[in-house]
């Protein structure tokens, strides 16, 4: 049994939830987001407390009752509070620029290197070399920091690249002189 998908989620106020044939629809002040689910779970809502139950019990139907749960879970934050990612670059003249609808990223290349921001994300520069990614749905604000992350990842002897806030960077020592 999934200890997760037997958590039973409070539903916060101002939020409501909707379910339809294999469809979860969840409307907040944030927003909207609408899950298909597995026909091995079914969801309930009751009152403000919405569970999720196993049709059978196979073990995959177990693994979709978690799945489901944590999904579900994150859409009810995301359009009632939101999610937010901080990126930061370190390095000599590493930074980011934010223009219009893309993100500028000079991180030591020959030529900055432009990021179109998808449908849904909000980017907000805190500093010429902090960044806040923020939006509705967790999947893709997380997506997106790891591809801006990904343009240069920190590098173990220098810690030079771009990180996310509070990450920390394992060092190595190098070489040591013979």
């Given at each position: 049994?999934?200890?997760?998908?037997?958590?039973?989620?409070v539903?916060?106020?101002g939020?409501?939830?909707?379910?339809e044939?294999?469809?979860?629809?969840?409307?907040?002040?944030?927003?909207?987001l609408?899950?298909?689910?597995?026909?091995?779970?079914?969801v309930?809502?009751?009152?403000?407390i919405l569970?999720?139950?196993?049709?059978?019990?196979?073990?995959?139907?177990?693994v979709?009752?978690?799945?489901?749960?944590?999904?579900?879970?994150?859409m009810?934050?995301?359009?009632?509070?939101g999610?937010?990612?901080?990126?930061?670059?370190?390095?000599?003249?590493y930074?980011?620029?934010?223009?219009?609808?893309k993100?500028?990223?000079?991180?030591?290349?020959?030529?900055?290197?432009?990021?179109i921001i998808?449908d849904?994300?909000k980017?907000?520069l805190v500093?010429n070399?902090e960044i806040?990614?923020?939006?509705?749905?967790?999947q893709?604000?997380?997506?997106?920091?790891a591809?801006?992350?990904?343009i240069?990842?920190?590098?173990?002897y220098?810690?030079k690249?771009?990180r996310?806030?509070?990450?920390?960077?394992?060092?190595?020592?190098?070489k040591?002189?013979?």
């Amino acid at each position: 049994m999934s200890r997760i998908g037997n958590r039973e989620l409070v539903i916060p106020t101002g939020v409501t939830v909707n379910i339809e044939s294999g469809k979860v629809s969840v409307k907040g002040p944030k927003g909207e987001l609408s899950l298909n689910t597995s026909n091995l779970v079914s969801v309930e809502v009751n009152d403000t407390i919405l569970t999720t139950k196993v049709v059978d019990g196979s073990t995959r139907a177990n693994v979709m009752q978690g799945t489901t749960n944590s999904l579900i879970n994150n859409m009810l934050i995301g359009v009632s509070e939101g999610f937010s990612k901080g990126l930061e670059a370190v390095g000599v003249g590493y930074r980011f620029n934010v223009q219009g609808n893309k993100i500028v990223v000079s991180a030591g290349y020959s030529h900055p290197v432009e990021v179109i921001i998808p449908d849904g994300i909000k980017a907000e520069l805190v500093s010429n070399t902090e960044i806040t990614l923020s939006g509705i749905d967790k999947q893709k604000v997380t997506e997106f920091a790891a591809n801006v992350r990904k343009i240069r990842e920190p590098e173990p002897y220098k810690g030079k690249g771009i990180r996310y806030k509070g990450e920390y960077v394992r060092r190595k020592e190098g070489k040591k002189a013979a």
